[in-house]
């Protein structure tokens, strides 16, 4: 039974190239922190101060609540390893959590990450987390910290997989929640950039299934498929600050959804009371031409209207004497906002007409 | 080019199977819920206050830092799944979380996990999430949150990755950080359950190559080996708790330092000034006889001691006047410390004698 000693090394895992990485990511996390950031090398934790600078945040906040959010991106990833494209992931990442974070009313303070990986390369993973602290700067937050699991036999040579956590603060009184929303308030929405991070599974399926090449010039798209299909789900952190300075006492924002898998209907009936349905009208607002070519490979509309945002990413959900200035206040953030419905008498319904 | 339209479910993901399972773990959140948690079904974040019960927390905290941190359970997953044991490993993740979180000087107060799966088991699943529910209520903190990710094309049927994020908080002047600590300072190690949750993929290489029985009683473990392998990590939340009850405005523990990956040398380094050595009494503790059972099946003492916690799962840094008292406070909280070594003056290195 005797066998030569084996080292952790020799069994997959490289605690020193575990170590420069973490070295090596330090750049990218400095690159996102403001003064609330206790900045510690090589600490076990990441802290980040709610009251530095003179007490501005007691000033904001009587009574903050923390908000918490963790999400993935799903097998967007999978489309970004095999197209040798792993810039914008990161971005994609941040987007999933912070964009849900936002729904409650509040803002992002600071963001971790999780990366799964078979063996670690160093120039692919420092890409992908300086996508991530590029994410994290566009929404505002620090990327305080984060993990990098070498699990050579839980994933494949070369394959990834990535989770976030963000985290945010909101004044209790001004949790948006949903249940103040009632018939005649209206649905302003704010347009997706693509396919964001949900749908790839049966996106890679159809892929797949037509052999459609990822990277020749499509007319329609202006560019190579895989180009669009990666395109990084838009932030809407500053637009949504933007109404919150607009409106900071009032009730002119009832609810918001972050629009992702199972989409606008599945997303916005989450905020809906059990009173109330969400009437879309789909002819106001035209789906991005990605949205066509996939269809084309061989799914319905119907079924794509369940799986994909289809062009709507983020929505407000508005009481009508406000809509005018939510719109005004989107637009001065540089948003092209849309008037896509509204809420009527209902059961928690949401009805795409 | 005709075919037939694909839908989401064809292609591998299962929106209504990931709708029940969420209503399935709501039980087990509402488990760890406290006061401070606003309980919202179906949120897109989960909200936690800072300042419920009349101002507690004010009163406790003048200058409130965040803490966070991110980690996962390694390949101890795979040996859970191998051996279809599943209902400690989510112990396991809230484990790794909050033993680095409190290194600090802080309490957890609310956690959130991120599972990738390749097809939902609701059966499993529920099985590891009751175990995340176990941990947080061990550690007095919320299951506030997290996502379940179906990726048929990232995870081979029946395997699983795990992930976790763990947020708390400490006072500003109680953060502990490693800079205070000076030679005559002592070292107070707590006891750890076994292998905890680093070292698995040397662990599960010795095990492929000598072609180990996991279910076979083994008398030295009093039992088989798998079970000894899986015992989840200990939580040391409320050890730390009762030293910082004892102390609670001093300046006894200079350091903490929780033992994962990389073993003693390279975690109580990490909060070594660099004019400080530890100084570590091998002889000073017995490891648990599964690391002797590990070294039998052909790896070496010093490998073992590079990659595995050897028996000490945490260790406190002690001013030496205070010693015997935080031995105290810990051993009324049900613990066996064990004075393990002390501070000399040096360059940041962790010498085992």
């Known amino acids: 039974m005797a066998h030569s000693p084996i080292t952790y090394k020799e069994a997959g895992v490289d605690i020193s190239a575990n170590t420069r990485w973490v070295g090596a990511i330090r750049s990218a996390m400095l690159s996102t922190f403001g003064p609330r950031v206790m900045n510690r090398d090589n600490a076990f934790a990441g802290l980040f101060r709610l009251d530095y600078d003179e007490q501005l945040f007691r000033r904001n906040y009587r009574k903050p609540v923390l908000i918490a959010c963790a999400d993935g991106v799903g097998t967007k990833v999978l489309l970004a390893i095999q197209t040798g494209?792993?810039?914008?992931?990161?971005?994609?990442?941040?987007?999933?959590?912070?964009?849900?974070?936002?729904?409650?009313?509040?803002?992002?303070?600071?963001?971790?990450?999780?990366?799964?990986?078979?063996?670690?390369?160093?120039?692919?993973?420092?890409?992908?987390?300086?996508?991530?602290?590029?994410?994290?700067?566009?929404?505002?937050?620090?990327?305080?910290?984060?993990?990098?699991?070498?699990?050579?036999?839980?994933?494949?040579?070369?394959?990834?997989?990535?989770?976030?956590?963000?985290?945010?603060?909101?004044?209790?009184?001004?949790?948006?929640?949903?249940?103040?929303?009632?018939?005649?308030?209206?649905?302003?929405?704010?347009?997706?950039?693509?396919?964001?991070?949900?749908?790839?599974?049966?996106?890679?399926?159809?892929?797949?299934?037509?052999?459609?090449?990822?990277?020749?010039y499509v007319d329609e798209l202006g560019g190579p498929l895989g180009a669009a299909l990666l395109r990084p789900t838009r932030i809407y952190v500053s637009a949504a600050a933007a109404v919150a300075r607009a409106y900071p006492n009032t009730t002119a924002v009832t609810g918001m959804a972050h629009v992702t898998g199972g989409g606008l209907r599945e997303n916005i009936s989450r905020v809906l009371p059990h009173t109330c349905n969400a009437v879309i009208r789909k002819a106001a607002w035209t789906p991005p031409p990605v949205f066509a070519v996939i269809r084309r490979m061989g799914t319905s509309r119907a079924e794509m209207f369940k799986v994909f945002n289809m062009g709507i990413g983020f929505v407000f959900i508005v009481r009508p004497r406000f809509t005018d200035g939510v719109m005004n206040a989107l637009r001065g953030a540089g948003e092209d906002p849309i008037l896509i419905g509204e809420i009527q008498k209902g059961a928690a319904r949401v009805i795409l007409k």
């Not at 050579?152 to 976030?164: E, F, I, K, S, T």
């Not at 103040?180 to 693509?194: C, H, N, T």
């Open 85 to 216: 494209r792993l810039d914008t992931i990161g971005i994609d990442l941040v987007a999933m959590n912070v964009n849900d974070l936002i729904t409650c009313g509040g803002e992002p303070l600071f963001f971790l990450d999780y990366l799964g990986v078979s063996a670690l390369n160093p120039k692919d993973l420092a890409t992908v987390i300086d996508g991530i602290a590029a994410g994290c700067r566009e929404a505002g937050c620090a990327l305080l910290g984060g993990e990098t699991a070498e699990m050579p036999d839980v994933y494949r040579p070369g394959d990834l997989d990535l989770a976030g956590f963000a985290v945010g603060v909101v004044e209790l009184d001004r949790v948006v929640d949903g249940l103040r929303i009632k018939p005649g308030d209206q649905i302003v929405a704010l347009p997706s950039s693509g396919v964001h991070s949900n749908g790839f599974t049966l996106v890679r399926k159809l892929i797949e299934r037509q052999r459609a090449a990822l990277d020749e």
